[in-house]
């Protein structure tokens, strides 16, 4: 006897306002910490620069990948439309790629939040808080979609009002001679990067640190098959993020650099406060805006669960892993187990020690998936023309040819500059991008060489057609 359809699918809750939330609280902590190490390489000038082509990018990305998701409104995301492009094989690895990258980036989050719990109650040791904030996390989202999504809307308004107090309280202590601070020894350079150390090579390695401020943006995808209104709601979901992530970034960037010198904040882990603190001293803002900061790192946290748990659930239901995962509560629509196996991954690996390792596996992940995403976007745009598309990205073929263009640019720019000099040795971000190294690329290379032979041995033999995973969809029309 079939299943009735609203116990077998996903519950629709989310609108575009709780996708502008999603998409942009998986981003919100890197405007917390991690992208002032681009101070160290470019200065503020190089990193303003360096932002300019990275948001090109993003901009262009999200757009061809606001037409797929509209297109095939799943919430395998960039698996389905690698599958509908190049077949099995390619929706298999693309759905991995997604996978290697909300599985493994969520610990050195995690490790934030507990350390700066450790750091406001220090008898709270950071590991035991790590897991705690994971358990709590699941069992958040264990509660519901809807659930989920009003607690990341909450916790991404309480961050962005942070945000905003930093920002207000900057205006009054910029000054411009401290952004355009020009370099002691020029080294011969002229015009900008008079203001730029190393200059093109200071201006190259801050593209990393730029795309920090967008990172994991399309993860708001996998929320398509819990939207209302998919169709229309996505693009104006993803649009308005994109645009709010951009006047983040503009004036995070600048302002911070505005109002302290910039190579003492370039080196943290949690730059906002301490620019304040030069500013201001310890006073009550500065503790205002680190404590804000916390809801940032959760936003983003609990945004990835989301992503990762829908992504598992999606290739559980397709047949490329086991069935299981594709199980849902029959009460709260929840993927009960696809949850439970983000949350363990995630603690397993945040107790390993291993984040460095970890974090760099999680950015070749993220890397394979935009880079098969754009080919799959271009690939569909020749082979299915008259496909329904409810929104078209302006510039079509163009715009994607683009937008590539820009992903390998960034790709070449985070092999070439990443470097373990760059960061103090121990603090978060030479975890994250301080050590890109044989062992990490090891551990990918193993990771991709397991799923393969699972692929291969059971995979590929229990897999749904493509015509079944739209016609689960059919219903979104």
């Keep these: 006897m079939t299943e009735p359809q609203e116990t077998t699918t996903l519950k629709r809750s989310m609108g575009p306002v709780q996708l502008w939330a999603l998409a942009v609280g998986l981003v919100i902590s890197g405007n917390f910490f991690g992208w002032s190490y681009g101070y160290g390489t470019g200065g503020p000038v190089g990193l303003l620069i360096a932002c300019v082509p990275v948001t090109i990018f993003f901009a262009t990305f999200i757009l061809c990948y ?159 098959e819990e939207m209302v209104n998919p169709q229309k709601d996505i693009p104006k979901g993803f649009m308005t993020g994109m645009a709010t992530l951009f006047v983040m970034m503009c004036l995070t960037c600048v302002l911070t650099a505005g109002i302290a010198d910039y190579t003492k904040v370039a080196a943290v882990d949690f730059p906002l406060p301490e620019a304040l603190k030069i500013a201001y001293g310890s006073s009550a803002v500065t503790l205002i805006v680190n404590i804000l900061g916390l809801f940032g790192l959760i936003a983003s946290l609990n945004g990835i669960i989301v992503a990762a748990s829908r992504q598992i659930y999606a290739m559980g239901r397709s047949g490329y892993l086991p069935k299981i995962f594709a199980g849902l509560n029959p009460k709260r629509r929840v993927p009960t187990a696809a949850l439970m196996a983000a949350g363990l991954v995630g603690i397993i690996t945040a107790c390993t020690g291993l984040t460095n390792i970890v974090i760099n596996i999680s950015a070749f992940g993220l890397v394979f998936l935009y880079a098969i995403s754009l080919c799959s976007y271009l690939k569909l745009k020749s082979a299915y023309p008259d496909y329904p598309r409810p929104f078209k990205a302006p510039g079509g073929k163009a715009l994607g040819i683009i937008s590539l263009l820009l992903c390998i640019f960034c790709i070449i720019a985070m092999i070439t500059t990443a470097s373990a000099s760059t960061f103090p040795e121990g603090s978060l971000m030479y975890m994250i991008f301080g050590n890109v190294n044989m062992n990490a690329l090891v551990a990918t290379l193993v990771i991709y060489g397991v799923a393969l032979l699972w692929y291969v041995c059971k995979g590929r033999k229990d897999l749904v057609t493509i015509e079944e995973e739209i016609e689960r969809m059919a219903h979104l029309d």
Excluded: D
């Design 66 to 224: 606001s037409e797929m998701a509209t297109m095939l409104p799943s919430a395998g995301g960039g698996a389905i439309f690698a599958r509908k492009a190049f077949g099995p094989v390619a929706g298999y690895f693309a759905g991995i790629s997604s996978l290697v990258e909300l599985l493994f980036a969520p610990p050195a989050i995690a490790l934030a939040v507990g350390g700066y719990i450790h750091n406001l109650i220090p008898v709270i040791p950071a590991i035991p808080a790590t897991i705690f904030v994971f358990l709590f996390f699941v069992f958040i989202n264990y509660l519901g979609m809807h659930t989920s999504a009003v607690f990341e809307l909450i916790v991404t308004v309480v961050a962005l009002v942070g945000l905003c107090i930093f920002w207000a309280a900057a205006v009054p202590h910029f000054e411009v001679s401290n952004f355009l601070k020009p370099l002691a020894e020029t080294n011969g350079f002229s015009g900008f990067l008079q203001y730029i150390p190393g200059g093109w090579k200071g201006l190259m390695g801050s593209v990393p640190f730029a795309i920090w401020f967008y990172l994991a943006l399309e993860g708001g995808a996998v929320s398509a």
